[in-house]
Structure formats: C-alpha cells, structure tokens
C-alpha cells in the first residue's frame, strides 16, 4: 500500500519531531539559505523575485504587501496555527517550483512583458484556454492566438466568426466568445485598459469568476491573493486533511481561507503557479508521487500514512518478539463528530493519501441521438462543397458551424419517419421540398462532450449544380473541403465528414447490383463445398 502512495519503507522514525514543527525533515531537500526569522525570509524572497522587482510599483498600487496572518477561523487541525510553518512551507515550495517548474509560454510572457495592460491581457487569455483543457493541448492555441491578436484592442476589433474559428478544436466553445465580449467591453468602456485589480476583473468581465480573476491578479499584476482550482484544491486537502465534499460551501470557503493564509507576499503569482504545478505533476489524482514532494512534512494525509505503516510495522516486530519501537502520536482533529471539514467516510487503507478529497460521484452524462445530413455538391473549382448551417448564438455549440440536424427525440422511432424528417428540414433550409428517398445511409459518430454523449446518425445528400440557385437564410452557406478544415466548425463535424469519406466506399460495395452479387456468392458456396468433398471421396 505504501508503494502506491510513493513511500519506500514502513519504518518512520522522525515522526514526532515533525508533529511538533521541525523545521527540517530528514527526507527532505535542503532550504536554499539557512533559516532566518519568518519577516526576515520574506524580505529575502522578496529580493529574490525578479517578477516581483520589476512589477514592485505597480502592484503597490493596486494591493498590499503586507503578510497575510494565520488563520484563526478554522478549526485548528485543518489550520496551520504557526508563523513559521507557513514560511517554511513557502521557501520549500518556490524552492521546487523555481528548479522544476515547466517552461510555458504565459508563464514566460509574464515575466518579461513590461506593459502591464498586455501583460494583463495575455495572462487572462491564457487562463481562460486553461480551463477545463490541458497544457499540451492549449499551447499551440495560444501561441496562434497571441500572435494574431496580441492585444486586447486587436482582440476586440475581431469578428465572433473569426474568434470562433481560432477556437475551433479546443473545446467549450463559449469561453472563446467571452474572451471576445470582455475584450470589447474593455475597449468600449474602459478606454482599452484591462481592469487592474482582481475585484475589477471579477466584477467587469464576462466569464471571470473567482479563480480567475485571483490567478489574473496574482501572476499580471502582483496581487497578494490565493487561487483555488482543481489541482489546489487536491493539494489543500491532502496536505490540511479536509475529507467532507470538497463542492460544499464549507469546504469551498476553507480552502480559499487556506489559499490566503499560505500566499507569500513577495511572490504571489509564482506561489499559486508552484501549488498548481504541484498538483498537475506530483499530488496528482491516482498515484501520487509522495517522495518527490517538497512540502510532504506539512502534509496531514502523508504523516497518517506513514503512522498506518508504523503500526503495521510495530505488529510485525512484536510477533517476532522483538520489543516494537514507542508508537508515534499523530494529532487528529478534535472536533472530528461535528467538524464540516472532516470525512464522513472511513479511512481506506488501500487508497492512503488519495482518501483525500472527497467528490460527489458525478452525474451521468446526459445521452443524446441526432439525425445529421452531410449534404454535398461539386463547386465551380471541381472540388467538393459542404453545406453547412450557423448555430444559435447560445448553447453548446455557440455560434458554431454544424451540418443540418434534427434531435431524434422529436422524431417517431421509425426509419422511414425519421428520413422524411430530416427531408423536412433540408427542404426547409433549401427553399424546395426533396422529393423521393435522396438520403444515404453513411453511419453513426459518437462525439463525447462535457456532459452529454451525442451520438450522430449521419446521411449524406448529393445536390446536383441547379441547387445553389436556390434561396437559402443568411445562416446558410457552402464550404469548401479545404476550407472546412480551418472553418469554426466542432470536432464532432470533422468526424462525421471523416465516416462520410469512407462510407463512400462501403455505400458502393452495397449497392443493389453489390447485394445481389453477395446473396449469389453465399449460395454458391454451400455448392462448392459440397463439389469439393465429393471430389475427395472418389479420390
């Protein structure tokens, strides 16, 4: 079991010695300086901090450095009651940040912009890609996005269309149209100048809640402030033991307390990056990388796991009969039968330190089928062209380009129904009814969004040259093939034209004059079979 929590040996020996506020462990890396007095360390990181140095007027303007004190809200197991652990928490923390941390565009934007309007900017853009999206992911996003738009006014004098064809693949498609909102309001309202404090951030741009605007306030402007997301989340509760639903508003409040009481006040933004960088790469969800933690020695769920090894270890040497060492006390939360911040659940030996946090179990997704037509025709450059019609402005798919669709919960369960259905629809969006049976059969695409799983039963429609003398709603148009690839479209059309493409060939091998030559084949066999051991036998 200590294996899978990154722990090497059952046999702890230092444990009490950490209990009562050493300030080094034996397992753990070297301070980068000798301990000073806590007011003392912070000047001295402070000094350390070029981001700090370079940006130290302007944050002084907008927020205080002054040392954020202890927490004295919280019950005090969930808490850290002393000066001097959150300093050595602090130093040890930069300290593996500033030796591991990854180089990533926004983080090196951040340090080296001097304007603080597109340094603002950039940094917010970057956390809104963040959301929900992984780093490798987001990268080459941001760095096109950057470059086409590299400030806020280029931003704002974007069309949505273009915006949301920047997005196109990236998921969560809303996000790119408040990104494009914000920057207008900014440029409308506020003179072009981003909002310099993270209150103002909060309160003036769409789409920013409260992380973001800490994240954008912390690492732009230099703000003394936590932020909380997903991996702080996992770290705080870990390290502070806080085991009730990490979604409760008890717990959401707690953590953010702790987020405050735990910010270093010279570097604020390179504090919350380290934490999340911690949770992304070390006290990650399954098999958390323990050994390699910097701050483990003020980790309540590590000591509980080393304490289970003792006392296992401490059975094993009296069954031996050799005299077990002295059993370490671990401090539990005293207020455990009434406290909001401790589990309501067992303690699982198997899990250890992943006993921590707790999450509601999460809701199904939500089951959908489509019926989607791909209706095609041959362009005036020979090469083939889609018809595509422009999503609502609000929805899953804002403002996106889809193929026509209609929801099959609207539709009778019968395949004929649901083709003269769809024949419907199209008729309607191409300003003349479809006569005959014209649809396709191609297939089915499963696309996996948020919280829904949509399954797309796709026909195709080949339109002869005379249908683009029809009228058709300004939310209708024709594309083509190479230009679909870089249209803001979903993942979910790139897939279906995908199974069209080699449906084509199986709509071939299925034709009439295909089927009946099968059917002839399979009878044929039986008969040649029989031929063949016939054959033998008269051998």
Known sequence: MWLSCGLPSPFFFLLVSLSQGASCHADDPPPPHLPLPPLRRVYSLRQRATT??????????????KEPSVGTSLPPYHNFREPADVGRLRTRLLSWYDLEKRELPWRTLAQIETDVNIRTYAVWVSEVMLQQTQVATVIDYYKKWLKRWPTVADLAAATLE???????????YSRGKRLHEGARKVVSELGGRMPDTADELLRRLPGVGRYTAAAVGSIALG????????NVIRVLCRMRAVGADCTSPAVTEALWALANTLVDPGRPGDFNQAMM????RVCTPKGPLCQQCPVRSHCHSYLKVH????????KFLGSKGTKPPALPDIEEC??????RLCPTEPWDEELGVQNFPRKPAKKPPRVERTLTCVPTRRGGDGEDEFLLVKGPNKGLLAGLWEFPSVPLAEVDDSEKK?????CAHLGNILGAPLTGNPLQYAGEVLHVFSHIRRTYVVHTLRLGGGDEARPRPANVRWIGRSALREAAVSAA????????????????????????????DDRKKPKRRHLAAARRKRR
């Open 52 to 65: 700090f140095e370079r940006f130290g007027k302007e944050a002084s303007k907008k927020g205080s450095k």
């Open 162 to 172: 273009e915006v949301n064809q920047m997005w196109a693949g990236l998921g969560y």
């Open 223 to 230: 703000h003394v402030t936590g932020a909380v997301d997903g």
């Open 277 to 280: 960088e911690l949770g992304a």
């Open 307 to 314: 304490a289970r090894q003792e006392q296992n270890s401490r």
């Open 334 to 339: 005293g207020a455990s039968g009434t406290c």
């Open 418 to 422: 649901q083709q003269a259905a769809l």
């Open 493 to 520: 059309v790139k897939k279906t034209v995908k199974l069209c493409d080699s449906a084509g060939l199986r709509n071939q091998q299925s034709s009439p004059h295909a089927e009946r030559k099968k059917d002839d």
